[in-house]
């Protein structure tokens, strides 16, 4: 088998959670851009670019040749990844000033949104993995976005919308929380981290709809931002006490092994510091700066891990087939 068969093999491989990797990529260029490695930001922002064209392109031909094999993987929760992912590069595309570009993946992720979240949601069952909290992701990743472009392109309907899916994606964290199996938090492959992912970027939501107040004081009144930034500090805590929870069971019950999921560790992990670092500045909670950039190296330092775990599962995949087909 040639070399080109074999990616090609490869690709066709990759589950739906693998947009996990674009998600955790773009979230580590969102924290490196916040405080200050902006050639670092780039170069993650290049990478998470390329993978995410490679997964739209897949996205794209699977529906038009295999709508079986389309359907079936985008009811599961990982489905929604294609969501989650878009509205992070295009979060830190709308950084970078690319506004035209940031408003172009708000436009498609809310195309899918809809249509993913009705599939995924009909096919929920008691007892599910951490995935099952990316209904809220998803929904969340929709109003950091809104709530990022609305001061930058001066929208207030958008800001008004991102507002709404803000708080939509709440009761969709607690009924996601219904549903998953609390197992997992020993016993979980990765994506259980994503249980305090969820709030995270719920957190970081909060304080984007913040920081749009402060640009435009008229977007709502004194009260509304009150209860926001209350709401925000609450996120922040309850995603920092699922932080330490789940690094515990990760030292208590090691789980050393390579796994696609774990790029759904790296991303909550990111997202963590992302929160915190927005919150920081939203808030003026200087004192929050030195932890989030701690969360984040941590968080860069789990993307190396998991990328050198990937980088080795590849070359032994590949391996294991020139093996057998020779």
């Not at 709508?67 to 969501?83: I, S």
Request: with cysteine; net charge positive.
């Amino acid at each position: 088998m040639s070399a080109i068969s074999q990616l090609r093999v490869w690709w066709a491989q990759r589950p739906p959670a693998a947009g996990a990797a674009v998600m955790a990529t773009g979230i580590v260029s969102v924290g490196l851009q916040m405080t200050g490695y902006e050639t670092l930001s780039r170069i993650a922002l290049a990478m998470a670019s390329v993978a995410w064209l490679g997964l739209a392109a897949d996205f794209v031909v699977r529906l038009a040749r295999d709508r079986a094999r389309w359907v079936q993987e985008a009811g599961t929760p990982a489905g929604l990844t294609a969501v989650a992912a878009t509205t992070v590069l295009g979060t830190r595309l709308s950084a970078l000033g690319r506004q035209e570009l940031a408003e172009a993946l708000l436009a498609l992720s809310t195309a899918l949104w809809p249509v993913l979240l009705f599939v995924v949601v009909r096919r929920w069952r008691r007892r599910m993995a951490g995935g099952v909290f990316l209904v809220c992701v998803a929904t969340e990743g929709l109003a950091v976005l809104g709530a990022t472009l609305a001061p930058a392109v001066g929208a207030q309907w958008l800001a008004h919308t991102a507002l709404v899916l803000f708080w939509l994606g709440i009761p969709l964290y607690g009924l996601a929380f219904v549903h998953f199996d609390v197992r997992e938090v020993v016993r979980g492959a990765g994506d259980h981290w994503v249980a305090g992912g969820a709030l995270s970027i719920s957190a970081l939501a909060g304080a984007k709809l913040v920081t749009a107040h402060h640009v435009n004081p008229y977007l709502w009144n004194n009260d509304d931002q009150g209860v926001l930034r209350d709401l925000t500090v609450l996120l922040l805590v309850l995603d920092l006490v699922w932080y330490l929870l789940l690094a515990v069971a990760e030292l208590v019950r090691r789980r050393p092994r390579y796994d696609v999921l774990r790029w759904a560790t790296v991303f909550p992990m990111g997202m963590t510091a992302a929160a915190t670092l927005s919150v920081a500045t939203a808030l003026d909670v200087p004192w929050l700066e030195w932890p989030g950039q701690v969360l984040l190296w941590l968080a860069v330092a789990a993307w190396l891990a998991v990328a050198a775990g990937a980088v080795r599962s590849t070359a032994a995949n590949r391996s294991a087939a020139a093996v057998t087909s020779g």
